[in-house]
């Protein structure tokens, strides 16, 4: 069924949208008028800067990189073909700090490094890469080496919320890889 939306309607439907985003934020709002990621692109032809009111484009990207992995339009896991390897990303969200948290396995020699990866974490216009290193006694808590990335990101790249998604899936597990290639940590920790 489609319908037909006036102009005047058009404008109203997107000020309560907007009012909701502010009022209930972006999870119960999409959740409540069921929006998905070409229904916003629909409703807010000019993409995220319509929603960033001040607050940066990397802010709000962020914001709805969180939104979409909750609601479940970025999944939780993908598979990525990165020069001659494939691998396996499986994200988990920490509540506790809204971190993203990375396993990324090396499908073919079946090695993994977990890494925090929140792309535009708190309003950044970067990747950042925090692979914490435990080497010696099992059971030891202490790291013995903590090893950060970082790439910068430009937020122009992403202008809709579907640009978001296709970023995710396709941008964003490059730029993992490519920063733990820097120091070759795939073949450190084999060692």
Known sequence: MKFIITESQYSKTKQMVLDSFKKFGYIKTIQRYKLSPPALDRLFPDGISEISDGNGRCTAIDDFIFS?????????????????????????????????????????????????????YEGDCFVPVDVIHYQGEAGSYEPSEIIQYQKDVNPDDIKSFSDIIDWFNNEYPAIVLELLEEDNLWYEFRV
Request: net charge negative; aromatic share 18%.
């Open 68 to 120: 979409f992995f909750r609601i479940g339009f970025i999944g939780s896991s993908l598979l990525f073909e990165y020069g001659d390897n494939m691998y396996k990303f499986v994200f988990t969200h920490d509540r506790h700090t809204a971190a993203l948290i990375v396993d990324i396995t090396d499908v073919e020699n079946k090695d993994t490094i977990t890494a925090y990866a929140s792309p535009f």
